[in-house]
C-alpha cells in the first residue's frame, strides 16, 4: 500500500517503518509483504507491542515522527474511514459512493503525507507540541492491564494452552473493548487465519459511533 | 522456573511463587523490567515510588524481592497464568501518557520476515512514517 509513496518521496529522507500485527508470526504476513515487494522497512509485531507503546486499537493507524524523533501527529487512523461498512457482505464490493469516499480520503491522507515529507514542520499537517500533545489519546489503567493479558493470551496460544489463552484473551478485550486490534487477533488466533464470522455483527452494535475514529484533517468525513 | 513476559521480550527466571507472591532475583525482575528496589523507592528510569517507612522487609528478603507485590503497591498492571508458571508485566496509563506527551517517540526493536531487528531510532534524521496493518 505505501510502496509506491515510499518509491516517490524516499529522496526526501523518508522512511515508512511498516508494521504486521501478527500473533500468528512472520507467516502470516509473509504472502503480503512479498507480494508488496517492499523496500521500506516492514517488520512482524506478534505481541502487538507497538499498540501497547502507541495506544493503537486499529489497523491501518499511524503515527509521524520527525528527523529529531519527535511525534507531529500522535497515533490516528492511516487514511481509511467507515465507508468500508456500505460493503456488499457477500461480494466484498463497495458501492460507488463508497469507492468515491474511499479515493478521497487516500488522496487527501497521502497529500497530506508528502507535504509534510516535502515541508516538515511548515506543513500545515505537522502538529506543533500543543496541539500534538492534544490529539494523544487518552490511555486508562483498564487499557494497561488489556495489554498485560493479551501479552499472556498470545504467549499460552503459542505454548499450546489454547483454552487457558482464549480466557486471557479475551479479558483483555472485555478491560480494553475500544481495541479492534485485541479482539480481531483474539478471533484470527482462534480460527488460525479464517474469517471471523462474527465481525459484522460487532461493526454493526457499534450503530452510530466509528469503527475508524476520525482523522483531523481538513474535509475528512 | 517461570516465564516473565515483559515490554522487553519474554525471560525465564528462578523464582517462587507463594499466594499471590512472586520472589524472583532482584538482578532477574530489573533486567525483565526496568524495575529496582532502591533505597529511595520501588524505580524505573527516573520514576520512584517511595515505599512506606519499614515495609521494606515486606517486599525483599536476601538478594530476592516479591516483584507481584511491587507492582501492585506501584499500580503497575500485572497478569499471571493460572498455574502462576507465567508472569506478564506491563506498565501503567499514568506512565504511558506522560511519555507520549513528552512526544519524544517511544522506541521499539521488531524483527523482519528474515528475523533481523529493527529499531524506529534507526532513522534519526529522516521523517519516519510508523504505521500498522494485518493480515486479519
Redesign the interface.
Known sequence: ??QHLYDELKD???????????SRG?E???????AAKTTY?????A?H????????VN?????????????VR?TEV?GSGDYFRKMDRVTRTLPEEGKAMRESMRTRYMDA?RD??KN?NRSEFAFD?NA??GH?R????D???A???F??GR??HAAG?AE?AEA?LA?ASRLHPDSW?IW??M??MKLE?KP?PDFWGRVDKLGARRYYDKIDMPGMP | MVTLLTERGRYEAAASTEGESLWLPAVALSMATGWELKPEGFCRDEICVPLSRGRESEFRRGEEVDAAKLFRYAGQPLAASRDKSVWSFGTSAAIRSSALESLEAPDIGLPDLAGKVHRISDHRGKKVFLSTWASW
Open positions: 500500500m505505501w526526501y529522507g523518508f522512511m515508512v517503518f511498516a508494521v504486521a500485527m501478527e512472520p502470516a504476513a509473509r504472502p503480503w509483504i512479498e522497512v516492514s517488520v512482524i509485531d505481541d507491542r507497538l499498540a501497547e507503546l502507541y495506544n493503537m489497523v491501518p493507524e499511524a503515527v509521524w515522527i520527525d528527523e529529531a524523533g519527535r511525534i500522535p492511516a503525507l509534510w515529507v516538515g507540541a500534538a500533545r494523544v487518552k490511555q486508562t489503567e487499557v494497561a492491564l495489554h498485560c493479558w501479552r499472556l504467549h499460552l494452552r487457558e486471557a479479558e486490534n480481531r487477533q478471533g484470527d487465519g471471523n
